[in-house]
């Protein structure tokens, strides 16, 4: 199926690796040429390099800056042509107790997983309204759908977002201007951040990190974790033509850990 994407471009946050990298790669496919960011520079230009091989018909910018910061966001959106398709990606904050959390440390979770989303959804969707096409796809967490009692800053940060983008999503002067907004929510992915969890949660646990993650595996249906590769394909299924009417939507890709029916 042919998703309506070539020449389209695409702003990708966070996408030297991981889930924001499987994006990129998939809207590469599709023939979007793409703005990706990151704040290593070497991983991030190897990726670009990557992305390139894999469509040579395609642009491939890179940005290496904090997309966090107004500062790493300006440049981001400055290399930008026009952006037709927003993909909202950052590192989550770390688990802890909520007792050890000070103001700080709710604000820097705010700003990266709230805020930076926010700030880069008011920079591009307007003109996305103009040009009669917009697709925004912020990458949140499955512990919005499920939350994770150690994971608390995500958990308030994420679900924020959550309730600012289903209002957004749902006004006539974007929906009927063919501008969606929707969140993508992760479950277990095969990234570096999952084998980091792992290890700690292995040691914490007195067990290997090898036995830790079969003991996760088997509790996912699927037996398995998942792609970044599958994780992009989805991405540009919802960044398509044909999702036109899919706006406002949680779409939970976790293997079928999540129990419940809604």
Same mark, same amino acid.
């Given at each position: @199926? ?47 390099? $990557? +992305? ?33 398709? +927003? ?22 979770? +705010?700003?990266?997983? @709230? +805020? ?9 969707? $307007?003109? @996305? ?107 540009? @299924? ?15 890709? $976790? ?8």
């Amino acid at each position: @199926m042919d998703l309506g994407l070539t020449g389209r471009w695409a702003l990708v946050c966070a996408a030297s690796k991981g889930l924001g990298r499987g994006c990129a790669e998939a809207l590469v496919k599709e023939g979007a040429h793409v703005v990706i960011t990151a704040r290593g520079a070497e991983a991030l230009e190897a990726t670009a390099q $990557d +992305l390139r091989r894999l469509n040579p018909s395609v642009q491939v910018v890179t940005v290496v800056g904090d997309i966090t910061n107004e500062a790493g966001r300006a440049a981001a959106l400055q290399a930008c042509p026009q952006v037709d398709i +927003l993909i909202n990606n950052a590192g989550g904050p770390p688990p802890g107790d909520f007792r050890d959390w000070d103001r700080a440390a709710w604000l820097a979770a +705010l700003d990266a997983n @709230m +805020l930076t989303p926010i700030e880069l959804i008011k920079a591009t969707v $307007d003109a @996305m309204a103009a040009r009669g096409f917009g697709r925004v796809i912020n990458i949140t967490s499955g512990a919005v759908k499920a939350p994770i009692d150690v994971l608390g800053l995500s958990n308030g940060a994420r679900s924020g977002l959550t309730g600012f983008v289903a209002g957004l999503a749902r006004q006539p002067a974007l929906a009927g201007r063919n501008v969606t907004l929707n969140n993508l929510l992760p479950g277990a992915f095969d990234t570096e951040r999952l084998h980091k969890t792992l290890a700690a949660g292995g040691a914490k646990s007195g067990q290997s990190s090898e036995a830790f993650a079969a003991k996760r595996r088997a509790a996912i249906p699927t037996q398995r974790f998942g792609t970044a590769a599958e994780f992009g394909a989805v991405c540009a @299924m919802l960044c398509s033509e044909q999702a036109a009417y899919l706006t406002g939507q949680n779409i939970l890709l $976790d293997g079928g850990a999540y129990g419940g029916v809604f």
